[in-house]
C-alpha cells in the first residue's frame, strides 16, 4: 500500500496533472510565435521581450521572474544573446526544472550559426564566441528550430504528442508554400548591396543574396569614429548601396545622418514578432520584411 | 494588475539588499546634505566603473575578486583626490565632483574603443539591478556594510576629511552593483533631504523610516503592477518622503523661520 502510494507520488511530480496546461516561457517574441503555431491552445505562453527593445539587456521586473518560475520550458535564441539576464532569471526564479535538461531549449542549438570565431579575440568587438544569434530572419533555419521544438514539445507533454505532430506537419507545408513565394518576391534584391546598423541582418542578406557592406557599429557595441563614418560615406557613394538596413527597437538617428549624407535610403525593418503593424505573426514578419525591402526601389 | 509577482522569494532578497544599502546610506546621505556634494556618489561610481575598465585593459580576468578590487581601489583613489581638494579649495568641491563625473564617464568610454567587451561591466556595475540580487551575493555586502557602520559609530558620527571620502567610496562601490546608481543616488539623498528639520537620533529613524517604507512600498507596487523595480522604488522613495511633510513635527522649517 505504501509502496502504491510513494510509486504514485513520484508519478504525480513527472507526470503533468491531466488539466494543467505546459507553461511555456518564450524569451523573444519570434520563439513565442512559433510556440503559438506549434502548440495552439495546447499550452500557454508567455513572452519576457517585445519587439521594441534591445534583447541583450532588460528591466528586471517582479512577473518576470514569477513567469520563469511557473514555466515547464523556457525557449530562448541562446548563442549567448540572452547572457546578460537570462541566467539571473533562471537562478532567481529557482526553477530547476528549466535551468538544464528538457526544459531549456535553446533555438541556437538545433541549428548551425554564422560568424563562428575560431578564436574569441577581445579587439574584434562585442562579439559571441557562439556565432551570430540573430537567426530568426532565416526561414530555413526558422523550420530546422520548429522541428526540433515540436519534438521538446511532446517529449515534456506526451498527451499532446499528436497534436504537435500535425500542427508541426501543417506549419512545415504552409512555411515552405510561403519561403517560395518570398523567394520568388524577393529576387529583384539579389545582388543589392547594404549598410546595416547592427550585425544582426546576415542570416536575412544570406538568404536573399544580398551583400553588406558595411556596419554603422565598427565593431558590435561600440560607437562609430569619425574616421569609419568617412569610409562608410565613401562605400555608399562609391558601391551603390540600395539601402541603410536598421531595426524598429534601435535609435534610427545614425542610419539617418548616413542617409542624408549619400542619398542612400533608409529601410526601418521589424525585425521580430511586433515590430510593426503587419508583423503579427512569423509569417507577417517575412512579408512585411521583404515588402519594406522592396519598397525601397519605389522611393 | 497582477499578483503572481506578489511573492516574498522574489521581493525578498531584493528588500534586505535594500535594508543593507539604507544602513550606510542614510546617515552617510545626511552628511553629503551639509557638505552640499550631492553628486559625489555618481562621480565615485563612475570611477569605480572606469577603475573596472581599466584592470580589463591591463588583463584581469573579468569575473572574481579583481574586478572588486579594481573597483575598490579606483573609487578610493578618487575619494583620496577629492578629500585633497576638498582641502585645497573647499569653495570649488562640487565642480571638481562634477568634472571628475564626466572625466571618469568619458575616460571609460575612450578605454572601451579598444576593449568594448569590458563594456557588459561597465553596465553591470552602474546599473546593478535590485531584483537580480542573491541572499548568498549579501553576505559580503552586508559584513562590508557592518564594518562601515562601527567605524562611523566609534566616531561618533562625525567623519573628518579622508575617513570620511574613504567610508563613502567603499559604501557605494558596494550598493552600486546591488542596486544601480538611481537607488544609491535616491537612499542617500532622499531620506535626508525629507528629515532635514530634524537632528540627531531622531533624524537616524525617521529617515531610516522612510527608506524602508519607500523600499518596501516600490517593491510592491512594482510587482502589482509589473513595472521595473529600481525605478519604481525611485519614485516611492520620494513620495514617502513628501507624505512624511505631513507631520508637523518632522516637517522641513520654512526658509523663514529658521
Not at chain 1, 525585425?271 to 505573426?281: E, F, L, M, W
Not at chain 2, 548568498?136 to 562611523?152: K, N, T
Not at chain 2, 525611485?234 to 514617502?240: D, G, S
Request: neutral net charge; contains cysteine.
Amino acid at each position: 500500500m505504501m509502496k502504491k502510494i510513494l510509486s504514485a507520488l513520484l508519478l504525480g511530480l513527472f507526470a503533468l496533472p491531466a488539466c494543467a496546461k505546459l507553461q511555456v516561457f518564450a524569451c523573444e517574441p519570434e520563439w513565442g510565435s512559433l510556440v503559438q503555431e506549434l502548440a495552439g491552445d495546447k499550452v500557454d505562453v508567455s513572452v519576457g521581450t517585445t519587439a521594441m527593445q534591445d534583447v541583450h539587456q532588460i528591466d528586471a521586473k517582479p512577473s518576470l521572474i514569477a513567469r520563469v518560475r511557473k514555466a515547464n520550458l523556457l525557449v530562448c535564441t541562446g548563442a549567448e544573446l540572452e547572457v546578460g539576464w537570462l541566467p539571473q532569471l533562471i537562478q532567481q526564479s529557482g526553477n530547476h526544472a528549466v535551468a538544464d535538461g528538457p526544459g531549456y531549449f535553446m533555438a541556437a542549438s538545433q541549428i548551425t550559426t554564422l560568424e563562428k570565431p575560431s578564436q574569441v579575440d577581445r579587439a574584434a568587438g562585442d562579439v559571441h564566441p557562439e556565432g551570430n544569434p540573430h537567426f530568426q530572419l532565416d526561414p530555413y533555419r526558422v523550420l530546422k528550430i520548429a522541428d526540433g521544438l515540436a519534438a521538446r514539445l511532446a517529449e515534456l507533454d506526451a498527451a499532446n504528442a499528436a497534436t504537435y505532430q500535425q500542427r508541426l506537419a501543417d506549419f512545415t507545408t504552409r512555411w515552405q508554400a510561403a519561403i517560395k513565394r518570398w523567394e520568388a518576391r524577393a529576387a529583384p534584391l539579389k545582388g543589392r548591396k547594404v549598410i546595416v546598423h547592427h550585425v544582426s541582418w546576415i542570416y536575412l542578406e544570406q538568404w536573399l543574396g544580398m551583400q553588406e557592406v558595411g556596419a554603422l557599429e565598427p565593431k558590435p557595441g561600440v560607437p562609430p569614429t569619425s574616421a569609419h563614418l568617412s569610409s562608410l560615406i565613401s562605400t555608399a557613394k562609391e558601391q551603390g548601396v540600395y539601402a541603410i538596413i536598421s531595426a524598429a527597437y534601435q535609435d534610427p538617428k545614425p542610419a539617418q545622418w548616413l542617409s542624408e549624407r549619400t542619398g542612400v535610403p533608409v529601410v526601418v525593418l521589424p525585425y521580430t514578432v511586433g515590430g510593426d503593424a503587419q508583423s503579427k505573426d512569423l509569417f507577417g514578419l517575412f512579408d512585411s520584411t521583404i515588402d519594406k525591402l522592396l519598397g525601397v526601389a519605389k522611393k | 494588475m497582477t499578483l503572481e509577482g506578489l511573492d516574498i522569494s522574489i521581493l525578498g532578497p531584493a528588500m534586505v539588499a535594500g535594508v543593507i544599502v539604507l544602513a550606510t546610506h542614510v546617515p552617510l546621505g545626511r552628511q553629503v546634505l551639509s557638505r552640499g556634494i550631492i553628486f559625489i556618489d555618481l562621480a565615485i561610481a563612475q570611477i569605480a566603473a572606469m577603475g573596472v575598465i581599466a584592470a580589463q585593459f591591463l588583463g584581469v580576468p573579468e569575473h572574481g575578486i579583481g574586478v572588486q578590487i579594481a573597483a575598490a581601489v579606483a573609487a578610493l583613489a578618487g575619494a583620496a583626490l577629492l578629500a585633497w581638494t576638498d582641502r585645497r579649495w573647499p569653495k570649488m568641491q562640487e565642480p571638481f565632483i562634477g568634472t571628475l563625473f564626466v572625466l571618469a564617464a568619458t575616460g571609460g568610454l575612450l578605454l572601451l574603443a579598444n576593449n568594448p567587451q569590458g563594456g557588459e561591466h561597465l553596465k553591470d556595475l552602474l546599473v546593478g539591478q535590485i531584483l537580480w540580487v542573491s541572499y548568498r551575493q549579501l553576505v559580503p555586502a552586508a559584513l562590508i556594510s557592518l564594518v562601515l557602520l562601527a567605524i562611523m559609530w566609534l566616531r561618533g558620527g562625525r567623519l573628518a576629511g579622508v575617513l570620511f571620502y574613504a567610508l563613502f567610496a567603499l559604501a557605494i562601490t558596494v550598493s552600486v552593483q546591488l542596486v544601480g546608481v538611481y537607488l544609491v543616488f535616491a537612499s542617500l539623498i532622499v531620506p535626508a533631504l525629507a528629515t532635514s528639520g530634524l537632528a540627531g537620533k531622531r533624524q537616524l529613524v525617521a529617515a531610516y523610516s522612510v527608506g524602508i517604507a519607500g523600499y518596501l512600498s516600490g517593491l510592491v507596487l512594482s510587482a502589482v503592477f509589473d513595472l521595473p523595480s529600481g525605478a519604481m522604488i525611485v519614485w516611492t522613495l520620494a513620495a514617502c518622503a513628501l507624505l512624511v511633510q505631513l507631520l508637523p513635527a518632522l516637517r522641513a522649517p520654512a526658509p523663514a523661520a529658521r
